[in-house]
Antibody, heavy 121, light 110 residues
Framework: EVQFLESGGGLVQPGGSLRLSCAGS????????MAWVRHSPVKGLEWVSSMDGSGLHTYYPDSVKDRFTISRDDSKNTLYLLLSSLRADDTALYYCAKPHTNWPFDAFEMWGQGTMVTVSS | QSALTQPPSASGSLGQSVTISCTGT?????????VSWYQHHPGKAPKVLIYEVNKRPSGVPDRFSGSKSGNTASLTVSGLQADDEADYYC??????????FGSGTKVTVL
């Protein structure tokens, strides 16, 4: 069974940083596009970042560009999201997700259970 | 990069149908067939119901159907069941290298 397990969330002060991890089991990340999506009661679901299967191309919405960085370590079968210059409106449950095909912007067919990030002083 | 517009809420009786709209622009919903719909019970993982406007992943019942006309996509849930009570989000690819979700619709089963 394919599973994604996110970790690394927590309470962080505004301006701080955090690294989220998404470990895959029953699934090999190598060669597959992956993404991060977040959910908050205020904004609902929001796409945060995507990476293509090669790992060479990354994509972000303007709201997180230059603050968040997606990366992967295929040897550890793990996807990462580095969050920096965090703001209160980054508070959300962060999910890793796999697109239906290997196109980074296809529908997300598999999701983890999420890790909570709270930005507050 | 504004979210796609959905009604905040919708409701229907058990066994009846409900249709949710998702309005975008000519740069997203109106231009591309990469429109998807997700069911989300808060705190749990979202589940894709529809992809590419009207295709259902295996395991999704045919009570869920999608369509699109111009800049507006729609999700219809037929034969409403108690477990259909959830939040529903549309999404669309948007130019350039962007992915938009809708504002979300809370469906209540009466």
């Amino acid at each position: 069974e394919v599973q994604f397990l996110e970790s690394g969330g927590g309470l962080v002060q505004p301006g701080g940083s955090l690294r989220l991890s998404c470990a895959g089991s029953g699934f090999t990340f190598n060669g597959y596009a992956m993404a991060w999506v977040r959910h908050s009661p205020v904004k609902g679901l929001e796409w945060v970042s995507s990476m293509d299967g090669s790992g060479l191309h990354t994509y972000y919405p303007d709201s997180v560009k230059d603050r968040f960085t997606i990366s992967r370590d295929d040897s550890k079968n793990t996807l990462y999201l580095l969050l920096s210059s965090l703001r209160a409106d980054d508070t959300a449950l962060y999910y890793c997700a796999k697109p239906h095909t290997n196109w980074p912007f296809d529908a997300f067919e598999m999701w983890g259970q999420g890790t909570m990030v709270t930005v507050s002083s | 990069q504004s979210a796609l517009t959905q009604p905040p809420s919708a409701s229907g009786s058990l066994g009846q149908s409900v249709t949710i709209s998702c309005t975008g622009t000519s740069n997203d919903v109106g231009r591309y067939t990469y429109v998807s719909w997700y069911q989300h019970h808060p705190g749990k993982a979202p589940k894709v119901l529809i992809y590419e406007v009207n295709k259902r992943p295996s395991g999704v019942p045919d009570r869920f159907s999608g369509s699109k006309s111009g800049n507006t996509a729609s999700l219809t849930v037929s034969g409403l069941q108690a477990d259909d009570e959830a939040d529903y989000y549309c999404s669309s690819y948007a130019a350039i290298s962007n992915y938009l979700f809708g504002s979300g619709t809370k469906v209540t089963v009466l």
